[in-house]
Antibody, heavy 123, light 109 residues
């Protein structure tokens, strides 16, 4: 059973950079076939895709966040990471990591999710 | 605004059938996946690749698609189905999982 676990600070100051890590167990990122993803949810709001990365390091981002976001992968540690720069209060959210799988060219799904980590941006 | 449009709230009587819809132009070519989220929990995949259920998801959950609309149907809704439901599909930039709908709050009466 694949499990994902987010880790990182729960409180970050405005203008700083947020760094989160997702540790994967029960499966190997380096085996390929999946897109390792970050998704966030503002308090009381819906889900927002941030981006995902393939084990090769190819990353894809939400255009609205692309200028501030970097996703990286470390296959030796079986983990992937998210950095969000120039933080504001609007980045306060629960951040989830998830595994994405494509079923051909026309559909996919996030089949495993971490429990989420609440990140508050405040001075 | 979201590229995928969902009704904010839907209600259903216990044991009845409810359909939750998701509209978007790209759904004419790309299938949606559906997620259930209960308060304080991470989302849970309930339908993928139009009408496939992951292991452990009850068969009262089904998916369908017609034109620009994807639908999640719960046949014989149970009290434990009360939750937020989100659809997901391709976004306008070509990311296959890049767009979420705004979510539908399902109330089971």
């Amino acid at each position: 059973q694949v499990q994902l676990q987010e880790s990182g600070p729960g409180l970050v100051k405005p203008s700083q950079t947020l760094s989160l890590t997702c540790t994967v167990s029960g499966g190997s990122i380096g085996s390929g076939g999946y897109y390792w993803s970050w998704i966030r949810q503002h308090p009381g709001k819906g889900l927002e895709w941030i981006g995902y990365i393939y084990y090769t390091g190819s990353a894809y981002y939400n255009p609205s966040l692309k200028s501030r976001v970097t996703i990286s992968v470390d296959t030796s540690k079986n983990e992937f990471s998210l950095k969000v720069s120039s933080l504001t209060a609007a980045d306060t959210a629960v951040y989830y990591c998830a595994r994405g799988e494509f079923y051909g060219d026309y559909t996919g799904a996030f089949d495993y999710w971490g429990q989420g980590i609440l990140v508050t941006v405040s001075s | 605004s979201s590229e995928l449009t969902q009704d904010p709230a839907v209600s259903v009587a216990l044991g009845q059938t409810v359909r939750i819809t998701c509209q978007g132009d790209r759904l004419r070519s790309y299938y949606a996946s559906w997620y259930q989220q209960k308060p304080g929990q991470a989302p849970l995949l309930v339908i993928y690749a139009k009408n496939n259920r992951p292991s452990g998801i009850p068969d009262r959950f089904s998916g369908s698609s017609s034109g620009n609309t994807a639908s999640l149907t719960i046949t014989g809704a149970q009290a434990e189905d009360e939750a937020d439901y989100y659809c997901n599909s391709r976004d306008s930039s070509g990311n296959l999982l890049g767009a979420f709908g705004g979510g539908t709050k399902l109330t089971v009466l």
